[in-house]
Each structure stands twice: as structure tokens, then as C-alpha cells.
């Protein structure tokens, strides 16, 4: 299957400081890739999604200005978590999906834990 | 709105016993529906999806699932499950096309008793 690799697996940074988190499509092209967050013990909820050179779509409640997204390469997307506090502890994990590989779904990075202290 | 339920929170299974964890799903359109497992810190491992043909899908692991459009339901299954299957379960349901990214359920804790 399609390998999709997140970095760093776990980070703990400062209140104030910003933080990038890495997903890469390691085998694929993927033209779309996702953002979610998981809070302890809860579900994954969608953040963002990033289309390759162009903008991302943010859901509703999410902050654009403080969880950046950039799609730069059809194989890279990067959250920067900025100015974190923490209540921005949580996993997040990426998905990317590519159009060759059938309809739905996309193959998910093994996540990034971030501590802000 | 899309939704997905997972009515239970935790299920506790003998080791060797058969297992069925149940999900509902709301949408507007032909659902694609996915059961994901998540061991602790890890991400998410596709277990099997549904998009259409046969309603009973095989996935790995020996898990399987039945899609039921008059139930809105699409329960996974086992019929033997193993110490190691001990992990969170996600439904989640998708557009076919995959431009919007997944809706997921909260997730059922599966623990194994031995």
C-alpha cells in the first residue's frame, strides 16, 4: 500500500512558539492532502484540507491564522502550528490521497503528538 | 450534514470469541464507508472500505464487514479475535469522488480479556 510519512512523530515546544509538522507522500503523487486532530480518547476531526498550489479549505472553527497549511509539492504538505498554547496539545495526523488510487478514502501519516508547555 | 455513530464506547471480547462493532451513517449520497484500527500513539490503518458492489467486504486481519442501506448501518466483524486486535476502531464515511476529507465516528475501544 501507499506509504504516507509525518514528522515529527512527537514534539514538545514552548507556549508561544511555532511548530511545523511534515507529511509526505513517500510512493505517490497526492493532490489532495488532509489535517485532523485528535484530543485524547476522541475522534479525529477535520481541519483543513490542502489541494497542491493552491490555498487550503478550513472548516468551520478552525483558525487559518494560527494552524498554517501549505501544499507546496505534490508530495509534501507542512501544518505550522503558530504562536501554540496548550490547548493546541493534541495528535495531529495528515492523510493524503491520490487520484490514480481510487475513489475515497487516503492513507493516513502515523501522526505527530505535540505538547505545548 | 454527514455523520457516523459508533454506539459503543468500549466492548470487552474473550479472546477466541466473535466480535461485531456497529455503526451508523448519515448521508446524503452513496455512501463510502471505512473501518480504520488505531493502536495507542499510532495512526490509522485501513482495516477494509465499502464503495459498491458486494455489501459484505473482506478486509485484513480476517475482518469483515456487511453494508446495509436499510439500516444505515455498517458493522465490522470477526469471527475470532485475538489478543493483538486489542486497539480503537473508527467508522468513517467519505464522497466517492475523496475531495472532502473523511467524517469520522468517536470510535470504539476494543479491550480483549484473556
Known amino acids: 500500500g501507499a506509504v504516507v510519512s509525518q514528522h515529527p512523530s512527537r514534539v514538545i515546544c514552548k507556549s508561544g512558539t511555532s511548530v511545523k509538522i511534515e507529511c509526505r507522500s513517500l510512493d505517490f503523487q497526492a493532490t489532495t492532502m488532509f489535517w485532523y486532530r485528535q484530543f485524547p480518547k476522541q475522534s479525529l476531526m477535520l481541519m483543513a484540507t490542502s489541494n497542491e498550489g493552491s490555498k487550503a479549505t478550513y472548516e468551520q472553527g478552525v483558525e487559518k491564522d494560527k494552524f498554517l497549511i501549505n501544499h507546496a509539492s505534490l508530495t509534501l504538505s507542512t501544518l505550522t502550528v503558530t504562536s501554540a498554547h496548550p490547548e493546541d496539545s493534541s495528535f495531529y495526523i495528515c492523510s493524503a490521497r491520490a487520484p490514480d488510487r481510487g475513489h475515497g478514502g487516503a492513507f493516513f501519516g502515523q501522526g505527530t503528538r505535540l505538547t505545548v508547555v | 450534514a454527514q455523520s457516523v455513530t459508533q454506539p459503543d464506547i468500549h466492548i470487552t471480547v474473550s479472546e477466541g470469541a466473535s466480535l461485531e462493532l456497529r455503526c451508523n451513517y448519515s448521508?446524503?449520497?452513496?455512501?463510502?464507508l471505512f473501518w480504520y484500527v488505531q493502536s495507542p500513539g499510532q495512526g490509522l490503518q485501513l482495516l477494509l472500505k465499502y464503495f459498491s458492489g458486494d455489501t459484505l467486504v473482506q478486509g485484513i486481519k480476517g475482518f469483515e464487514a456487511e453494508f446495509k442501506r436499510s439500516q444505515s448501518s455498517f458493522n465490522l466483524r470477526k469471527p475470532s479475535v485475538h489478543w493483538s486486535d486489542a486497539a480503537e476502531y473508527f467508522c468513517?464515511?467519505?464522497?466517492?469522488?475523496?475531495?472532502?476529507?473523511?467524517?469520522f465516528g468517536k470510535g470504539t475501544h476494543l479491550i480483549i480479556q484473556p
Open positions: 468513517a464515511v467519505g464522497s466517492g469522488g475523496g475531495a472532502d476529507g473523511l467524517t
Open positions: 448521508y446524503g449520497a452513496t455512501p463510502y
